[in-house]
C-alpha cells in the first residue's frame, strides 16, 4: 500500500459548474494584471504567480472551488515572494490584488452559474460585481501603498503585509455578504 492510501487522482475533480464565460475573461484578465505586477522585478516570483495563474484558471475552467482557491493561494504567495525578496511595493500589492480579484470574479461566476446555469446572461451582474471588488481592492491596495512609502525608514513590510491581509479578508467579507 502506498503511502498514498487509496488516494486516485479522480479525488481531486470536484467540478461543478463551469462559471460564465465572461468571469472567466475577467478572471484571466486579471491574472493576466497579476503576472504583469511581478514580471519586471524577480524571476523566483514570476513562476509562482504563474503557476498559480495557471491552476487558478483550470479551476474556473473545470468549475472546481478546490482548484481555484488552490491557485489563488499560490499566485498570492508569489506576490508576498516578490516583495520578500526586494520588489517594488507596487509589484507585491498589484499582484495580490489582481489575485484577489480573478479569484473573487471567478468564484462569482461559478456562483452564478449555480443559481442561473452556465449559458445565463449575467453580464451585467459579473461587471459590476468585479468593478466593486475592484474599487475596493483598489482603496486597500492604495493605502498599503501609502502606508509603505510614508514609512519607508521604518517597518514597511509588517504593515505592507496586514493591509495585504486586510485586503483578503475585507473581499472574502463582501462574498459573504
Not at 490584488?97 to 479569484?103: F, P, Q
Not at 445565463?120 to 459579473?126: L, T
Given at each position: ?77 508569489g506576490g508576498l515572494l ?51 471588488v475592484t474599487a475596493v ?41
Open positions: 500500500m502506498s503511502a498514498l492510501g487509496d488516494f486516485a487522482l479522480d479525488d481531486l475533480a470536484d467540478d461543478g459548474p463551469r462559471p460564465t464565460t465572461y468571469s472567466q475573461y475577467l478572471g484571466l484578465l486579471a491574472v493576466a494584471a497579476a503576472i504583469v505586477a511581478v514580471a519586471p522585478a524577480t524571476a523566483i516570483s514570476l513562476p509562482v504567480v504563474v503557476t498559480g495563474g495557471v491552476v487558478l484558471a483550470a479551476g474556473g475552467l473545470r468549475g472546481s472551488r478546490a482548484w481555484l482557491t488552490r491557485g489563488y493561494a499560490l499566485m498570492v504567495a516578490h516583495g520578500a525578496l526586494g520588489g517594488s511595493a507596487v509589484g507585491t500589492v498589484g499582484a495580490v490584488i489582481a489575485a484577489t480579484i480573478a479569484w473573487d470574479v471567478v468564484e462569482n461566476g461559478i456562483g452564478l452559474a449555480e443559481q442561473l446555469g452556465t449559458e445565463a446572461s449575467a453580464r451585467r451582474s459579473v461587471i459590476v460585481h468585479a468593478v466593486a481592492g483598489g482603496v486597500a491596495g492604495g493605502a498599503a501603498i501609502f502606508v509603505s512609502f510614508v514609512f519607508a525608514n521604518n517597518q514597511p513590510l509588517p504593515a505592507l503585509v496586514l493591509l495585504l491581509f486586510a485586503t483578503v479578508l475585507v473581499t472574502a467579507s463582501i462574498r459573504q455578504g
